[in-house]
């Protein structure tokens, strides 16, 4: 428990450059938000978690804001309890920010875009293709800061540290896998964002994490 207390320490007082790097996980949670609101609008998928989670606040009738921040809440408990990993202010902005977000600009959308914008499947794509890019590159950014893991990414760390001999790829795929059964369960619908995200995701965050690590050090702001 000592152990998991400095860690979390750590994470929330690891002052060097903090307010830089804050800024920079704030609003890349906050572009996370912009791109899935989005893709929820095209109807292609999104990314495993919000799959579940927007697929289970339509089912209890509760804004996916609220229902994300409390699904959160009781997963930040489970991973404090069984072995805090990388928690920090970045852990709360994610935990909060993005599900707020979608809510924002979803009510923006309902009332400035045209009904029927989305029937065709050029403008879905030329929604979807940049939503996904540009979420990609602010879920690196995000990552980049070490300001905090989510809760949802900081479960299949504590899980493939319980497996040593099954590689974390793997535990990653078939959380998300099962993350996206239970989504659709609840009426979400499994589209090829969806299937994207769950089987390429993990490795195209670590190479654009990488490719911009390379040409701007977002720590040294």
Known sequence: MDTALNEIYAG????????????ATVTAVIIMGFCLSWLLLVGWGTDPCTLMNNSIAKTIGIS??????LFNTVLLVIVVIFGARNLGFGTLAN????????????????????????DAWTIKA?????????????VAVYIDMNMGTSPYDA??????KRLPKVPYKAVRIGYDAVVTIIGM?????????????????????EWVSKLIGKKWDFSEI
Do not use: C
């Open 155 to 160: 479960m299949p760390m504590i899980i493939s």
């Open 185 to 205: 369960i609840f009426g979400g619908k499994l589209g090829i964002v969806t299937f994207f995200m769950v089987l390429a995701l993990g490795p195209v965050i």
């Open 126 to 138: 030329m929604a979807a293709v940049p939503a996904l890019i540009i979420f990609v590159f602010a």
């Open 95 to 118: 935990m909060f920010l993005v599900g707020y977000s979608i809510d924002f600009f979803m009510w923006i959308w309902e009332r400035i875009l045209p009904e029927g914008l989305f």
């Open 64 to 69: 996916l804001g609220n229902w994300q921040a």
């Open 12 to 23: 929330f007082f690891d002052k060097k450059h903090f307010w830089p790097r804050l800024a």
